[in-house]
């Protein structure tokens, strides 16, 4: 578990990275509220909003990947125990990333098999999706290949970009340029607390990142 001090870190890290979309959407308001009633309905207006919702969107994710950090520190959370596959865990991520991140997946290789684990469905979709974001976002050609491996009992995502971003594991948020305009800076740290949560790990191998989740029959 981080110390008091590096959740501390987290906390003053979301408070800096909010101020950038929270002008963006106020100016963004300001400007729509001052623009007659024609303009409001015009393209330039469209735009405004555009950019608003982008903003509040940025600041609505990170503040849950925060707060849901928080909470799996604290135990927070009653996770849940159920059997899912591993295709029920990737398959509905690569849409979400389609419609809600503009990550285009189309051509991304699946070798899912039949493996199966056991854990929050839930969350450890959000991990998988967090993951995937960050290969694909730090990626020069974000074409991922997402395969099925064993570790020992357990069965383990491995997902490879055709250009492996450098450097593969992500550093802290807190020594991160500031900035990112998806609001996914905290993601990996949520990913790999995710996957501590349900005894698993998140770890660079073989050139890519291997998500290692629990057994399917564990006790």
């Given at each position: 578990?981080?110390?008091?001090?590096?959740?501390?870190?987290?906390?003053?890290?979301?408070?800096?990275?909010?101020?950038?979309?929270?002008?963006?959407?106020?100016?963004?308001?300001?400007?729509?509220?001052?623009?007659g009633p024609t303009d409001r309905a015009g393209e330039r207006a469209e735009?405004m909003i555009d950019v608003s919702l982008r903003a509040l969107r940025r600041?609505?994710?990170?503040?849950?990947?925060?707060?849901?950090?928080?909470?799996?520190?604290?135990?927070?959370?009653?996770?849940?125990?159920?059997?899912?596959?591993?295709?029920?865990?990737?398959?509905?991520?690569?849409?979400?990333?389609?419609?809600?991140?503009?990550?285009?997946?189309?051509?991304?290789?699946?070798?899912?098999?039949?493996?199966?684990?056991?854990?929050?469905?839930?969350?450890?979709?959000?991990?998988?999706?967090?993951?995937?974001?960050?290969?694909?976002?730090?990626?020069?050609?974000?074409?991922?290949?997402?395969?099925?491996?064993?570790?020992?009992?357990?069965?383990?995502?491995?997902?490879?970009?055709?250009?492996?971003?450098?450097?593969?594991?992500?550093?802290?948020?807190?020594?991160?340029?500031?900035?990112?305009?998806?609001?996914?800076?905290?993601?990996?740290?949520?990913?790999?607390?995710?996957?501590?949560?349900?005894?698993?790990?998140?770890?660079?191998?073989?050139?890519?990142?291997?998500?290692?989740?629990?057994?399917?029959?564990?006790?």
């Amino acid at each position: 578990m981080p110390s008091p001090g590096k959740r501390g870190k987290y906390l003053a890290f979301v408070a800096h990275e909010i101020k950038i979309p929270l002008a963006t959407a106020l100016w963004s308001c300001d400007l729509l509220k001052r623009m007659g009633p024609t303009d409001r309905a015009g393209e330039r207006a469209e735009k405004m909003i555009d950019v608003s919702l982008r903003a509040l969107r940025r600041m609505r994710r990170l503040i849950d990947d925060y707060f849901t950090i928080e909470r799996l520190l604290e135990h927070g959370y009653e996770l849940k125990r159920e059997r899912v596959s591993l295709r029920e865990l990737v398959e509905p991520v690569l849409r979400t990333l389609e419609e809600k991140d503009g990550i285009a997946t189309e051509g991304w290789q699946l070798e899912l098999g039949d493996a199966v684990t056991l854990g929050d469905a839930e969350m450890l979709r959000r991990a998988v999706r967090a993951s995937l974001e960050h290969m694909a976002r730090s990626s020069q050609k974000p074409h991922l290949t997402i395969s099925v491996h064993a570790d020992g009992r357990n069965p383990a995502l491995h997902i490879r970009a055709e250009v492996p971003p450098q450097p593969m594991v992500p550093p802290e948020p807190e020594e991160r340029p500031s900035g990112d305009p998806a609001g996914a800076v905290l993601g990996f740290a949520l990913a790999a607390r995710i996957l501590a949560s349900h005894e698993g790990r998140l770890e660079e191998r073989e050139g890519g990142l291997l998500l290692v989740l629990p057994p399917s029959d564990a006790g």
